[in-house]
């Protein structure tokens, strides 16, 4: 498939590596692009810089309701929705036990997993009904997804383990999502980015960002979220790319803290 003359659905498209897929899809002439974040001040004024072929829809994708109701109204105004790309995603760190040997909240575990999992699996499962849709092209495909986990699901560090068993999932997920929708034509992948700068380090203690930009091997410095882009668009592009997870980290191997 290709960019060009597509219909995209990028959840987590108000920033970061959502935001740099939302321009790509753009600048390579995509039919229309969805941006399906919470931030909607921001997704707006993407939008408004990007003009009329991008949507905004102010969504939870934790709320099965609000993605439906995003789904539908990306075909009302596009027609059809080709491609998903889901980016939207939350970090929670917290040790199991704290200092004094407190279990850690439940809840923000469940939270976690309740976004970047579930949410997720949600948002493929009622766009790729939407896919299913589309008349085939001629490699028979009708849609592709793109999942976004994290090296943390392989080198999770201390305090990770709700994200990493929530990005754990979407790589297990990944064989059985492309063999289940191999006979509607639709391909799955999932990319597991490094150490990708974005606004997710805002909030980072300082001086964390400047350690991390050091630790990858070669090219030694933080990704670029345009670089993550590019690779979402040669999976688009590449039909024999299917059910397989690509670490785009520049050989980065997360240390235990
Ligand atoms: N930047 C990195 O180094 C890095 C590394 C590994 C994995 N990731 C993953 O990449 C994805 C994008 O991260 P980023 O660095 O661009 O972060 P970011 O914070 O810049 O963007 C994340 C976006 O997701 C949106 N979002 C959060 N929860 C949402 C929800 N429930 N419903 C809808 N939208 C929601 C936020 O509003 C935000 O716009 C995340 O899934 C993150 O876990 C990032």
């Not at 969504?59 to 789904?71: F, L, M, R």
């Amino acid at each position: 498939m290709k960019l060009q003359g597509s219909v995209v659905f990028v959840t987590g498209g108000a920033s970061g590596l959502g935001e740099a897929v939302v321009r790509r899809a753009i600048a390579d002439g995509a039919k229309g692009v969805t941006i399906a974040d919470l931030a909607e001040d921001k997704a707006n004024a993407l939008a408004a810089e990007l003009g009329d072929r991008v949507l905004v829809l102010n969504t939870d994708i934790s709320k099965e309701d609000q993605v439906a109701a995003a789904v539908a109204a990306t075909v009302v105004k596009f027609g059809c929705l080709d491609i998903t790309v889901s980016c939207a995603g939350i970090a929670l760190a917290q040790r199991t036990l704290d200092r004094e040997g407190e279990p850690a909240s439940l809840p923000n575990y469940a939270k976690v997993i309740g976004v970047n999992l579930i949410g997720t699996f949600d948002v493929v499962r009622q766009t790729t009904s939407a896919m299913a849709k589309n008349e085939p092209n001629e490699e028979g495909e009708r849609g592709v997804v793109i999942m976004t986990a994290s090296i943390a699901a392989f080198d999770g560090q201390v305090g990770q383990a709700a994200y990493s068993a929530s990005k754990g999932g979407l790589v297990g997920m990944t064989l059985p999502l492309s063999r289940d929708l191999a006979p509607t034509g639709i391909r799955v992948m999932t990319i597991a980015p490094g150490l990708l700068d974005t606004p997710i380090y805002l909030f980072a203690p300082p001086g964390l960002k400047e350690q991390l930009s050091k630790t990858p091997v070669f090219p030694k410095r933080l990704g670029r979220p345009d670089e993550f882009a590019k690779l979402v668009a040669a999976i688009i592009d590449n039909a024999y790319l299917n059910g397989e997870v690509i670490r785009l980290d520049a050989a980065v191997r997360l240390p235990p803290k």
